[in-house]
């Protein structure tokens, strides 16, 4: 029964509170006895998993066996040791399941695999590499979960297995990143073609397998290594950004009023824009054997002909990539459209 001075809740029968001394038998309160009863829409549930219970094959152990353990005793006792109970969980959980007690940390796994699907679903926005950071830390939290919080009980000791095991993640999920993406490569572009749906900042994605010289067309966006841009300070702090093909190997590329001009054919302003930087910038020169002509904002203005032609003219060698797919923002994701 329940004081009604202290509210501490004593056992049944006696007459004065063990925390307080006050007298109970004045203030004694009936003691509901009857267990709470499931709610009515439970019990289909409830009925429905007790059939699915029916379906799975009876276990084949005996009283003697019952505490067996899957794996062998010498995987169990190194699953203990606080970084092979790392390495084993580079498999979230893996660790835990060999030492059986996967319940103790199934919901952060399930957790992290949330994290990994939106932090992939969101890649290439800010939100998205937070959300990224946040599941390889849960992860590196299982993996210290696994053995080192047991293993080590001073807190520099712990700090430091945790930001070891942090930086060993953090490699490996870069590497096997590329590892399983191998063929995709992401970049920011640094054009804007509003015809193709491409703004400056956009997240693009391209196939590496597409940089073959038959595959590159003119309007098509590359991913380009920027090497002779900070050169001459243009401002990109990147090595790599998108940008739009206009010439080709042995094309003669020229602006004029403001314009792109490629073997005497004025093109569309709309369909390959002059970047501002190349405003009242009047010059012809030709593609070299092997190279492109591309188009990119950069900041900045007041640049001579021959740096203007030495930063648009790349090599082969510096494509990396062929975007395909508006990755972000979400609002514009999407297919690129093909420029004829």
Request: proline letters at 4%; hydrophobic letters at 45%; glycine letters at 8%.
């Amino acid at each position: 029964m329940r004081c009604q001075r202290c509210e501490f809740e004593n056992m049944p029968g006696l007459d004065t509170c063990m925390r307080c001394g006050s007298v109970l038998a004045a203030a004694a309160e009936p003691i509901d006895v009857h267990p709470p009863r499931m709610s009515g829409w439970k019990k289909p549930i409830r009925g429905l998993f007790r059939q699915l219970r029916k379906l799975k094959p009876a276990s084949k152990r005996t009283a003697g066996n019952l505490h067996e353990h899957h794996f062998p005793e010498w995987i169990d006792g190194a699953s203990r040791v606080a970084f092979f109970g790392a390495f084993l969980s580079l498999i979230p959980g893996l660790a835990h399941a060999v030492q059986r007690r996967f319940h103790t940390i199934r919901w952060w796994v399930v957790a992290w695999l949330i994290m990994l699907l939106t932090g992939l679903f969101l890649f290439g926005s800010p939100l998205g590499l937070i959300v990224l950071g946040l599941a390889i830390g849960i992860h590196v939290w299982i993996a210290v979960h696994s053995a080192l919080l047991a293993e080590y009980h001073q807190f520099n000791y712990r700090m430091a297995g945790y930001l070891i095991i942090l930086f060993i993640y953090f490699v490996l999920y870069q590497a096997l990143g590329r590892v399983v993406f191998f063929n995709l490569r992401g970049g920011y572009s640094v054009i804007n073609v509003p015809y193709a749906q491409v703004h400056q900042g956009d997240f693009l994605l391209g196939l590496v397998s597409r940089t073959d010289p038959e595959e590159i067309t003119r309007g098509c966006f590359v991913l380009v290594r920027l090497e002779n841009v900070a050169n001459h300070g243009l401002g990109r702090r990147t090595n790599t950004a998108y940008a739009q093909v206009i010439g080709l190997t042995g094309d003669t590329v020229a602006i004029e009023n403001d314009r792109f001009v490629v073997n005497d054919q004025l093109l569309d302003a709309e369909q390959y824009p002059l970047p501002t930087w190349l405003r009242r910038q009047k010059f012809s020169t030709v593609v070299p054997q092997g190279s492109y002509f591309i188009s990119a904002q950069y900041r900045g203005t007041g640049y001579t002909e021959s740096q203007a032609i030495e930063v648009c003219v790349v090599g082969q060698e510096q494509i990396v990539a062929k975007a395909f797919l508006r990755w972000m923002p979400l609002r514009r994701r999407g297919f690129i459209q093909v420029i004829e």
